[in-house]
């Protein structure tokens, strides 16, 4: 890998739906320069990602499907080429990407949400889980709903959310319930109920901007980077 540091990024697009489209409006105003799109017509079969379309690429940022993505991450990493991963679905085979990234001495930041606000709803539900779990009388739980062309269910946000908060809540059990339809982009709520009352922290995206500027954070931090982090770590 280059050093970018005082450079204009090159960038490959793995991936050319909905996130991809944004991130590729959005990074000529970040100082970041696309060089290489890849959809999944071109990266059929993943003959796309080649060490020939790769060779000035400083990080590659990947949002395709959950089916996808591990084999992605696999060949992009083959070429040493530090990656951004904003793809949910697969967290439950990171010990397996981990050792993939290791093995090439890459950098390859995850997240469930690359959304700067959704990381400060996270820290904001932990928050209030800490206040409310001595009162068993609140019941926790989670509702996410997205766009009916969202393929998986719960949303990777809402599991790290249970994941983050369980613990706090002693094990509670903390539901999670989802919605798929029309075209939402994205809204989490967490949330206490009683027989008294209700307390509610919502987060509402309101388009995928939010998360195209976290994936562009995320692709200027992983540069000269080794290893697997999460977003959540690039931020603190």
């Not at 700067?116 to 739980?141: D, N, T």
């Amino acid at each position: 890998m280059s050093e970018t540091n005082s450079k204009q990024l090159k960038v490959a697009l793995l991936g050319y739906g909905k996130m991809g489209k944004t991130i590729a409006a959005l990074a000529p105003q970040r100082g970041l320069q696309v060089e290489l799109i890849l959809d999944e017509i071109s990266n059929g079969n993943y003959q796309g990602i080649t060490p020939e379309n790769f060779k000035n690429i400083d990080v590659c940022i990947e949002f395709t499907t959950p089916e996808a993505v591990v084999e992605n991450i696999r060949r992009v990493a083959s070429l040493k080429c530090n990656m951004v991963v904003g793809t949910t679905g697969w967290h439950h085979r990171l010990d397996e990407v981990r050792k993939v990234v290791e093995q090439a001495g890459i950098g390859l930041v995850y997240g469930a949400n690359f959304s700067i606000g959704v990381q400060l709803f996270y820290r904001a539900a932990q928050a209030m889980a800490e206040i409310l779990k001595g009162f068993s009388s609140y019941e926790p739980y989670i509702t996410e709903s997205h766009h009916r062309f969202k393929k998986d269910a719960p949303s990777g946000t809402a599991l790290e959310l249970k994941r983050r908060i369980e613990p706090i809540l002693a094990m509670r059990d903390v539901p999670v319930s989802s919605i798929r339809a029309g075209y939402i982009p994205g809204t989490h709520e967490f949330g206490f109920d009683s027989e008294a009352d209700t307390l509610i922290l919502r987060h509402t995206a309101r388009s995928r901007q939010g998360f195209a500027e976290g994936a562009i954070y995320a692709a200027r931090r992983v540069t000269g980077r080794k290893g697997l982090v999460s977003f959540s770590e690039i931020l603190e």
